[in-house]
């Protein structure tokens, strides 16, 4: 029970990624806490920041789905509460940020805390995500990306089929991405009342997680960015955020390099390969010698792996939903929800009168129905980065002399050389973009970490210990806890 001497907090809460844990998002923490842990930085009514990192879903624990994931984060959330109430602290003000398939949970996670009735005591501020496929894992016309798309619905157990959008998590069998992106339900309602919506992508080098999903847009503008030319304009105080782009007036001209397989070739490969694999000259050489013999087994190894780990989360699942308090979880909440509107849509059909009155006598009283549970932005602070409208990017396109100027999201890029770049959007996808866009207060920013082999962990700073070349993403952190509202 908490009182008026009790100490106000801002709770935010992080979450990983895949395969992840809480030791990921280390130097995001620190970085929070360092800008907005500080003797000076409150909230509105004296709030102190408190930061948790959710326990509950490290390593395979992420392959049981964001739905699952989501309850036990919401769980963790309640129980962090009731502690710092027992510690003379109440939390007002509550803040989220998810990176990678961490931002489809704590999407997930709000819907939950909606659900509750907990935004009605605490204030929804800031929601942020990084690197996180907010449409699902794309298709391109490749082989490989075929291969994926196949093995990811069985090898990552539920999650992977979430990813895919194969499954059928609703009632009436619509998969979660559809249904998190649907203005009529709870989860898109929660999202709207946070004061502050952010999505960070790479703009380029996330084989992970591409711009097109991360960002949420429906044409990849720097697909081509190699071969096109681009003169970037990092943001001077948090570089590789981009402040704007262009492309050049001239493509660039690749560089000749040394003739392949000469000696100064051999010298200066580096084969395809993770960071902790790139060596110099001759242990690449050795390196990719041994390819042929180590790729099999390390692909062997890492099926059987993915198998027993998916075997595993299924087994995890059917136990979960045996559990008695399945009733009361948000998904069977929805789902009822859903079964309902449909079978009433279906009487209506037979008999309008009759059904009408039906439908109305008999609503959702578990928990209320999705759409009761919608109220309206908290809008009472403002300021001049939070529009209110519609979706803002936060870069802008610079023009020059005989070159077209490239607004970031409404001109069309140019054609690119290769078709095996561009992912093959499906209608769904087509359509969640077109609803999270309309968002209110969702803004983007977008990093630039080029040349790497893959900036999916970079842009986070993941492991700076291991990888000194992770210290690029620090300038986006920062930019995160700068612009964070108390």
Not at 87 to 107: A, D, H, M
Not at 135 to 159: A, D, E
Not at 269 to 293: G, S
Not at 404 to 414: E, I, M
């Amino acid at each position: 029970m908490s009182t008026s001497s009790d100490q106000p907090v801002h709770l935010l809460v992080l979450v990983h990624g895949m395969w992840g844990n809480p030791g990921h998002l280390a130097e995001m923490d620190r970085i929070y806490n360092e800008i907005r842990g500080k003797e000076d930085s409150i909230g509105p009514s004296g709030e102190r920041l408190h930061t948790m990192l959710p326990q509950t879903n490290k390593e395979a624990g992420t392959y049981d789905g964001v739905d699952w994931c989501g309850e036990r984060v919401a769980e963790e959330v309640l129980e962090e509460v009731k502690k710092l109430e027992d510690e003379g602290k109440t939390v007002t003000r509550i803040s989220v940020t998810g990176y990678s398939l961490g931002g489809l949970i704590v999407r997930y996670l709000i819907g939950v805390l909606h659900q509750r009735k907990f935004f009605e005591k605490v204030t929804p501020v800031n929601f942020t995500t990084v690197a996180t496929p907010h449409i699902g894992l794309l298709h391109y016309p490749t082989f490989r990306s075929k291969v994926f798309s196949t093995l990811g619905t069985r090898l990552l157990s539920r999650t992977g089929e979430q990813f895919y959008a194969k499954d059928k998590w609703s009632a009436t069998g619509r998969p979660l991405l559809e249904v998190m992106a649907d203005p009529n339900r709870v989860f898109f309602q929660a999202l709207a009342l946070f004061h502050r919506i952010r999505f960070y992508a790479n703009a380029v080098n996330d084989m992970t997680v591409p711009y097109m999903t991360a960002a949420v847009e429906s044409e990849d503008i720097f697909v081509d960015h190699e071969a096109d030319g681009l003169d970037i304009e990092y943001d001077e105080n948090y570089s590789p955020i981009v402040r704007s782009w262009s492309f050049l007036d001239t493509p660039l001209q690749p560089t000749p390099g040394p003739r392949k397989f000469s000696l100064e070739w051999f010298r200066n490969y580096k084969p395809p390969l993770p960071p902790f694999l790139q060596k110099k000259f001759p242990f690449n050489i050795l390196i990719l010698a041994t390819i042929p013999i180590l790729f099999p087994t390390f692909l062997t190894l890492v099926v059987v792996r993915l198998s027993l780990d998916s075997c595993s989360s299924r087994s995890r699942i059917r136990t979960l939903e045996k559990d008695e308090t399945y009733r009361e979880r948000l998904a069977h909440v929805i789902g009822e929800l859903e079964k309902r509107v449909e079978d009433a849509v279906a009487d209506y059909i037979e008999d309008p009168g009759d059904a009408l009155t039906t439908a109305t006598s008999t609503s959702p009283t578990n928990a209320q129905s999705a759409e009761t549970l919608a109220a309206s932005p908290d809008t009472t602070e403002s300021d001049d980065d939070h529009p209110q409208s519609k979706h803002k990017c936060s870069l802008t396109s610079k023009s020059k002399s005989k070159s077209k100027s490239k607004p970031t999201s409404s001109s069309s890029p140019k054609k690119s050389k290769s078709k095996s770049k561009h992912p093959t959007l499906t209608p769904l996808q087509t359509r969640i973009i077109t609803s999270l866009n309309t968002l209110p207060n969702l803004k983007k920013h977008l990093a630039f970490i080029n040349p790497i082999m893959n900036s999916h962990a970079v842009i986070i700073s993941r492991d700076v210990t291991r990888f000194p070349h992770h210290e690029q993403g620090r300038g986006v952190l920062r930019h995160m806890a700068d612009g964070f509202v108390m």
